[in-house]
């Protein structure tokens, strides 16, 4: 917004494309040094001239009265003339349409996020990957792509062999109907421990997984069973997380595909023996093979994830694929991709993996081999239970603070995995995630909730004053407004948000957003501890107020896109 009036006044005078001017406005370091400054060196050589002299040149000859340009060395620094831009700037900002991008206008993006493994513990993994892939895939949409998003459940593969040979064995169904993923689990980690001295474990298996794959009808709806348990028990941990699946298509659905896939790499010739098993060697890429068929005749993870890239492509259309899972699996996905270039498609090339780091908690890593696992369920939880223990204390009147205190324990654990670049890793805090001062999801959310109180107090104070200073009503109506440095500071940021999104998108960062929102949200605070707000000059105190109501509708904007609530009172 503010850019583009410096690129207006800049273009007539320069011989360079929009694109390129705009790219070379810069943000000074502060606020002395201009609300923006435009750097002079890279003319120097087609110009023929000093750096320091063209920007004294260009600085006398721009004139606006919106800002004011001053030479500094070899920049350009510009001031805008606050008082004159206020009004129009305010209704900008509060237009619903500000912030929405057209970047993805006409695209299709599928987003893999969040895929668990059925049997399994929903663990902290696919935590992340289900928050990022979720704040991704509202972001998307707000930069005019149609996004859909599918969870691609890890329910096939021999471990289903392993699960149900332990069923067999030592399954307690009255347990299992009680906790099922626990129970699942047990029998999971039981098998694991005994394969080791009882070899006879691992045949069953393989001939349960045998069976299972050829339809036997005993072993489908044993499988049928421990899927429809996991399920139960994931979609929880969605509904409470708002989370919500265009497509639930598990590695299962694509089995009867893989046939197909496994032809056509025999047809290109890419297939070759190694060891009793079937590869796609990737020597020439500096990769180890990527297997395709296993000795016993059966398929694995990259020839699912091959399958299912032909069905994105094919069925779904899409015309990107966003993989949303940890830095783990990065050879796996290099391996997958390499072969769909090997193969020719070129349009694999816009399948990308968005990989993120790892996540403990507490200090606790996950493993589930040896059972010892942090289960979501009971960070959630606990979080709440912590968020409720806080609020009671800060308010204990609040109406409804059981359900405050859900979108607070949540938001918290949230914000706190989405505001770290996804790559870093990360050992979660609940006691840092949930204090209301620091860079978390409850500050942010508690600025919120402060300005629906102020503004509702405003509220209530006009219908009182509204006859006795109805003589000042027409001083609403100028513009001529002091605009303070906490104020402009607020609009300065404000103003940049759309940048911001096209960022977060481009550079598939949520975090870009959780960074922005915090910075509001201290900005905003400075400005509201700093000034006089209700009881200030009437149209002082009108332009404050759109103010406030402007950072309250970013601020819930940004969370909703993160995944975090907005609670009106906190
Ligand atoms: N189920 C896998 C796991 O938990 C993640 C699947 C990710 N998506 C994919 N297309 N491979 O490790």
Same mark, same amino acid.
Request: a negative charge; one cysteine or more; charged letters at 30%.
């Given at each position: 917004m503010l850019i583009n009036k410096v690129v207006d006044l800049l273009e007539p005078m320069l011989d360079l494309p929009r694109v390129e001017i705009e790219a070379m406005v810069e943000v000074p370091p502060r606020p002395e040094m201009g609300d923006l400054a435009f750097p002079c060196f890279t003319l120097a050589k087609t110009m023929r001239k000093a750096p320091a002299v063209i920007s004294a040149e260009l600085a006398a000859s721009l004139t606006s009265p919106e800002l004011r340009a001053e030479a500094a060395g070899p920049y350009i620094n510009f001031y805008f003339e606050r008082t004159n831009m206020a009004s129009a700037m305010l209704t900008r900002l509060a237009d619903p349409q500000f912030g929405k991008l057209q970047v993805g206008a006409g695209k299709k993006m599928v987003i893999d996020m969040s895929s668990p493994n059925i049997a399994k513990p929903f663990g902290i993994g696919h935590l992340r990957s289900t928050v990022i892939g979720a704040a991704l895939y509202r972001m998307y949409e707000e930069a005019g792509y149609t996004a859909e998003s599918v969870n691609h459940l890890g329910d096939w593969g021999t471990q289903f062999g392993k699960q149900i040979a332990a069923y067999k064995r030592w399954g307690e169904d009255a347990r299992l109907a009680k906790e099922p993923i626990k129970e699942s689990l047990r029998l999971y980690v039981k098998f694991h421990d005994e394969e080791e001295n009882d070899p006879s474990l691992g045949t069953e298996a393989r001939a349960w997984f045998k069976k299972l794959e050829q339809g036997d009808e005993e072993a489908v709806s044993l499988w049928k069973y421990f899927v429809d348990i996991s399920m139960q028990e994931f979609n929880r941990m969605y509904d409470?997380?708002?989370? %919500?699946?265009?497509? +639930?298509?598990?590695?299962?659905?694509?089995?009867? /595909?893989?046939?197909?896939?496994?032809?056509?790499?025999? /047809?290109?010739?890419?297939?070759?023996?190694?060891?009793?098993?079937?590869?796609?060697?990737?020597?020439?890429?500096?990769?180890?093979?990527? #297997?395709?068929?296993?000795?016993? @005749?059966?398929?694995?993870?990259?020839?699912?994830?091959?399958?299912?890239? $032909?069905?994105?492509?094919?069925?779904? %259309?899409?015309?990107?694929?966003? $993989?949303?899972? @940890?830095?783990? =699996? %990065?050879?796996?996905? =290099? /391996? +997958?991709?390499?072969?769909?270039?090997?193969?020719?498609?070129?349009?694999?090339?816009?399948?990308?993996?968005?990989?993120? @780091?790892?996540?403990?908690?507490?200090?606790?890593?996950?493993?589930?081999?040896? @059972?010892?696992?942090?289960? #979501?369920?009971?960070? #959630?939880?606990?979080?709440?239970?912590?968020?409720? =223990?806080?609020?009671?204390?800060?308010?204990?009147?609040? =109406?409804?603070?059981?359900? +405050?205190?859900? /979108?607070?324990?949540?938001?918290?654990?949230?914000?706190?995995?989405?505001?770290?670049?996804?790559?870093?890793e990360v050992d979660f805090s609940l006691e840092e995630a949930l204090s209301f001062e620091g860079e978390t999801g409850p500050y942010v959310q508690y600025t919120h909730a402060r300005i629906q109180s102020l503004l509702s107090k405003a509220n209530t104070n006009t219908d009182e004053e509204i006859e006795e200073t109805s003589k000042s009503a027409a001083d609403e109506h100028s513009d001529q407004v002091q605009i303070s440095d906490a104020a402009w500071a607020v609009m300065k940021h404000l103003s940049r948000y759309p940048e911001q999104l096209e960022r977060g998108v481009r550079l598939k960062e949520p975090s870009v957003l959780a960074r922005y929102v915090i910075d509001l949200a201290q900005l905003y605070n400075r400005f509201y501890h700093q000034e006089k707000i209700l009881g200030s000059p009437k149209n002082e105190q009108t332009y404050k107020l759109k103010l406030s109501e402007i950072v309250g509708q970013r601020i819930k904007g940004i969370l909703g896109l993160l995944g975090v609530q907005t609670p009106e009172r906190m």
């Open positions: 409470r997380l708002g989370v %919500k699946f265009d497509h +639930v298509l598990g590695e299962s659905y694509y089995i009867d /595909q893989t046939d197909n896939t496994v032809t056509k790499l025999k /047809q290109s010739g890419l297939l070759t023996e190694s060891d009793e098993a079937m590869v796609v060697r990737l020597d020439e890429e500096g990769m180890p093979p990527c #297997l395709i068929i296993k000795k016993d @005749g059966t398929t694995i993870y990259p020839t699912r994830d091959l399958t299912t890239a $032909y069905y994105r492509h094919e069925v779904m %259309k899409a015309d990107e694929v966003l $993989y949303v899972v @940890g830095a783990e =699996q %990065k050879l796996h996905f =290099q /391996q +997958v991709f390499a072969v769909l270039a090997k193969m020719g498609e070129k349009w694999s090339e816009h399948f990308i993996h968005v990989p993120f @780091g790892l996540m403990k908690f507490e200090g606790r890593k996950m493993s589930t081999r040896r @059972g010892k696992v942090v289960f #979501l369920e009971e960070v #959630l939880d606990e979080a709440v239970e912590r968020a409720a =223990q806080i609020i009671n204390e800060k308010n204990p009147n609040l =109406q409804n603070a059981a359900e +405050v205190a859900e /979108q607070v324990g949540l938001g918290a654990i949230v914000f706190g995995d989405l505001k770290n670049h996804r790559l870093n």
